[in-house]
């Protein structure tokens, strides 16, 4: 197994990307502690996990808050000791309008959860980060960030800024922290299919009139991508698991689309 003997820390548990993440991680062999801000869905992706013959421990924590963060970083060192990896997954994904007739007082809240919040649980973290790094010369942080960064939609500022600002400290963050035997590195999902973009891909196709379908709207963006669908999070879930392992033992400081092909690098 590719992550046998190692500890993982996985941020915004929930149904879709956080469960996924947790799981594929698991299944390589990777004991997880499971951060939450509701602890509804918890429980039921620790027993997934235990399942899988891995170790679940859960704590409910906010990333926004610095003394929820310190609290995870005093219960992960008691319990776990040396950190092998830290998953950053917690997300608010935003207000949808534009620009010119923004409350920009309700945009703190995705740069509170998507760039300060996850740096506060990242900085939190970094003794037991460094203290991996120190006896097993690898330890690792993964960025799970977004497409909007590069793809740049209408009415979505209030999250792609949080994220691109993630994405540019992110690469700060591998120069810092090399020294210390930690690599940084971030996926960049798409669209992520499941519920709630079946959710919004209806809210699509009812402004556009009756004569539309949800499924209307999936194939034209599914015909967008190369490869021709939306991938969900479980497929997305393994490009975290490269980064976590020693398969990606030097590579730090990358970002890479996890998106079927719907936004590509440009060339050098």
Same mark, same amino acid.
């Given at each position: 197994?590719?992550?046998?003997?190692?500890?993982?820390?996985?941020?915004?548990?929930?149904?879709?990307?956080?469960?996924?993440?947790?799981?594929?991680?698991?299944?390589?062999?990777?004991?997880?502690?499971? #951060?939450?801000?509701?602890?509804?869905?918890?429980? &039921?992706? !620790?027993?997934?996990?235990? /399942? $899988? %013959?891995?170790?679940?421990?859960?704590?409910?924590?906010?990333?926004?808050?610095?003394?929820?963060?310190?609290?995870?970083?005093?219960?992960?060192?008691?319990?776990?000791?040396?950190?092998?990896?830290?998953?950053?997954?917690?997300?608010?994904?935003?207000?949808?309008?534009?620009?010119?007739?923004?409350?920009?007082?309700?945009?703190?809240?995705?740069?509170?959860?998507?760039?300060?919040?996850?740096?506060?649980?990242?900085?939190?973290?970094?003794?037991?980060?460094?203290?991996?790094?120190?006896?097993?010369?690898?330890?690792?942080?993964?960025?799970?960030?977004?497409?909007? #960064?590069?793809?740049?939609?209408?009415?979505?500022? &209030?999250? !792609?800024?949080?994220?691109? /600002? $993630? %994405?540019?400290?992110?690469?700060?963050?591998?120069?810092?922290?090399?020294?210390?035997?930690?690599?940084?590195?971030?996926?960049?999902?798409?669209?992520?299919?499941?519920?709630?973009?079946?959710?919004?891909?209806?809210?699509?196709?009812?402004?556009?009139?009756?004569?539309?379908?949800?499924?209307?709207?999936?194939?034209?963006?599914?015909?967008?991508?190369?490869?021709?669908?939306?991938?969900?999070?479980?497929?997305?879930?393994?490009?975290?698991?490269?980064?976590?392992?020693?398969?990606?033992?030097?590579?730090?400081?990358?970002?890479?689309?996890?998106?079927?092909?719907?936004?590509?690098?440009?060339?050098?």
């Amino acid at each position: 197994m590719l992550l046998e003997n190692t500890t993982a820390v996985v941020t915004g548990i929930g149904p879709g990307m956080g469960r996924d993440i947790s799981l594929s991680l698991a299944r390589e062999g990777a004991d997880i502690v499971l #951060v939450g801000r509701s602890d509804r869905h918890m429980p &039921s992706v !620790a027993a997934e996990v235990e /399942a $899988l %013959g891995r170790r679940a421990i859960c704590i409910q924590a906010d990333v926004s808050s610095a003394d929820d963060c310190h609290r995870v970083a005093d219960q992960v060192w008691n319990d776990v000791g040396p950190l092998d990896i830290l998953v950053n997954s917690a997300f608010h994904a935003g207000r949808m309008e534009p620009f010119a007739d923004a409350d920009l007082s309700k945009w703190h809240r995705p740069m509170d959860i998507n760039y300060f919040g996850t740096l506060q649980m990242t900085q939190a973290l970094l003794p037991a980060l460094r203290a991996a790094g120190e006896q097993r010369n690898d330890a690792r942080i993964i960025m799970v960030n977004t497409m909007s #960064v590069h793809h740049i939609e209408a009415n979505h500022g &209030s999250y !792609a800024g949080s994220k691109a /600002a $993630l %994405g540019a400290v992110t690469k700060t963050l591998a120069l810092e922290l090399g020294r210390d035997h930690i690599r940084v590195n971030s996926v960049h999902p798409g669209y992520i299919w499941g519920e709630s973009v079946r959710i919004y891909f209806e809210m699509q196709a009812a402004e556009r009139g009756d004569d539309v379908s949800w499924q209307t709207v999936y194939d034209e963006r599914a015909a967008e991508t190369a490869l021709g669908y939306l991938p969900d999070s479980a497929e997305i879930s393994g490009a975290v698991v490269f980064f976590a392992s020693r398969l990606s033992s030097c590579i730090t400081g990358t970002s890479l689309p996890v998106n079927a092909g719907h936004w590509m690098t440009p060339s050098a």
